[in-house]
């Protein structure tokens, strides 16, 4: 049974990569995962391809030893995993709650690990591992410094990550697009100090990012930019000096 794997399926991202799955030819079944177990209901019924609904939290240990032993039950082949499950908060280091750092590294970082490490067994020559990173990712974020961070580790774990698993056929790409029109924001801003980050311009669809970051996964890409900007920022952050690149951030960031 060849299968694909989506975190973070009941919403925004996850949602539009779940769709376009479900439309392509090479996987057989999907499993959905996230905590919002009706959110994931509706969508099972809306899609064509049969759905594994896993309501899960990710920053759980006992949802991974779930995951675990439901690979090793079903013993599938992984033809796609998306992590997409992920979050961010506006606010300064000293804004953020414990609980808000701690919660954003678990799920960010160590969950989006932890599942793609339970996968890899079960993939094969042809398989894709999209990593949703963001151009975030791409230099430090004053006023958005803790995700950025989380988002700078995942790209740097799946640029990585393809070169170990190149021999075997298997494809990572680390997706990095600007500001998504998903409930992102809203998580976001439900913070202690939401205007850290004031405006939020040229939002992408959804849509457009799954679709062209599928793309760049099936031609062997490792980052998917997703848009001019987000390559703009890519190529703007190896060559400016960080420190104005976090300058120039802080100065729009506030206006
Ligand atoms: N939107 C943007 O501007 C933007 C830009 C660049 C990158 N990204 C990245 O794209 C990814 C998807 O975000 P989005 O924009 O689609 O936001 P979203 O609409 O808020 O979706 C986030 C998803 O993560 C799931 N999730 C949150 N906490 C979870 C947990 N503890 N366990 C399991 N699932 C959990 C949510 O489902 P439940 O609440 O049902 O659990 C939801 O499905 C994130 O990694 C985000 O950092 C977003």
Redesign the pocket.
């Known amino acids: 049974m060849r299968v694909g794997i989506v975190?973070?399926?009941?919403?925004?991202?996850?949602r539009a990569y779940a769709k376009r799955l479900d439309k392509s030819g090479e996987v057989e079944e999907l499993w959905l995962?996230?905590?919002?177990e009706e959110?994931l209901t509706q969508l099972a019924d809306s899609l064509e391809k049969p759905c594994r609904i896993l309501a899960?939290?990710?920053?759980g240990e006992e949802s991974m030893t779930l995951l675990r032993d439901l690979l090793e039950e079903e013993r599938p082949l992984v033809q796609y995993l998306v992590c997409?499950?992920?979050?961010?908060k506006f606010g300064r280091a000293e804004d953020l709650t414990g609980e808000e750092t701690g919660d954003m590294i678990e799920?960010?970082c160590h969950a989006a690990v932890e599942v793609t490490r339970l996968c890899i067994p079960w993939m094969r020559r042809g398989s894709h591992i999209l990593e949703?990173a963001?151009c975030a990712g791409f230099q430090p974020l004053p006023g958005l410094n803790l995700y950025a961070a989380t988002k700078a580790f995942l790209l740097h774990y799946a640029r990585a990550l393809g070169v170990e698993l190149k021999g075997r056929g298997i494809t990572v790409t680390a997706v990095c697009?600007t500001?998504?029109k998903?409930?992102?924001m809203a998580?976001a801003r439900d913070t202690a100090n939401p205007e850290a980050v004031r405006h939020t311009p040229f939002?992408m669809r959804?849509e457009a990012v799954s679709a062209w970051s599928l793309t760049v996964s099936r031609r062997g890409g490792a980052v998917a930019a997703c848009n001019p900007a987000s390559a703009l920022l890519r190529v703007g952050s190896k060559v400016l000096p960080t420190a104005a690149v976090m300058a120039l951030w802080d100065r729009l960031r506030s206006m």
């Open positions: 975190t973070g399926a009941s919403s925004g991202l996850g995962i996230a905590r919002r959110r899960l939290d990710l920053t997409a499950a992920g979050f961010g799920l960010n949703i963001s697009p500001w998504v998903t409930e992102f998580v939002a959804p």
